[in-house]
């Protein structure tokens, strides 16, 4: 069952890629306390996640901390070197978006946000959307009915419910 707004986000155990090499990270130190942006898609260096979705929010950065987001971060059913890799590549570094992995599909399945289209080559991959999660509780979603589309889950809609 897909996550909704009122619920809390469940404990996740995400992985970035840190000076040393890919780090654990717990996604609820990244939410307690704090206002985080963190939207889903289907996998680094794809089409519309590359071309709309991640721009989306490396043009809407600045302007989603001037209305108090204390993080933006980027969850992909992919491993932190080919997340580093594509942050690197579309701006979302330097942007100061957070990149993370969820390389066994865990926590993407556990928000109810996975599907897979074996025709495609992805198997257990996360939906597109966004949220606005305070304090470990989402305030705002929006899910793409389609993949392939960035119309909802882009930056520019999530800064409009701000």
Request: aromatic fraction near 4%; glycine fraction near 12%; charge should be negative.
């Amino acid at each position: 069952m897909p996550i909704e707004q009122g619920q809390t986000l469940p404990g996740a155990t995400l992985v970035t890629m840190g000076q040393d090499g890919p780090e654990q990270v717990q996604l609820a130190d990244r939410l307690n306390g704090r206002k985080v942006v963190l939207f889903g898609l289907p996998g680094a260096f794809t089409g519309t996640c590359t071309t709309a979705h991640v721009p989306s929010f490396v043009r809407t950065a600045d302007a989603l901390r001037e209305k108090g987001v204390d993080e933006i971060i980027c969850v992909s059913v992919n491993d932190p070197f080919v997340l580093a890799a594509w942050g690197e590549s579309t701006g979302a570094t330097e942007a100061g978006i957070t990149m993370l992995g969820d390389a066994e599909s865990a926590f993407t399945k556990a928000i109810g946000m996975d599907f897979s289209s074996p025709a495609r080559g992805m198997i257990d991959r996360s939906k597109r959307y966004a949220m606005v999660v305070e304090d470990g509780v989402v305030t705002t979603l929006q899910v793409e009915d389609n993949p392939g589309v960035c119309d909802a889950s882009g930056g520019e809609a999530i800064l409009a419910t701000m």
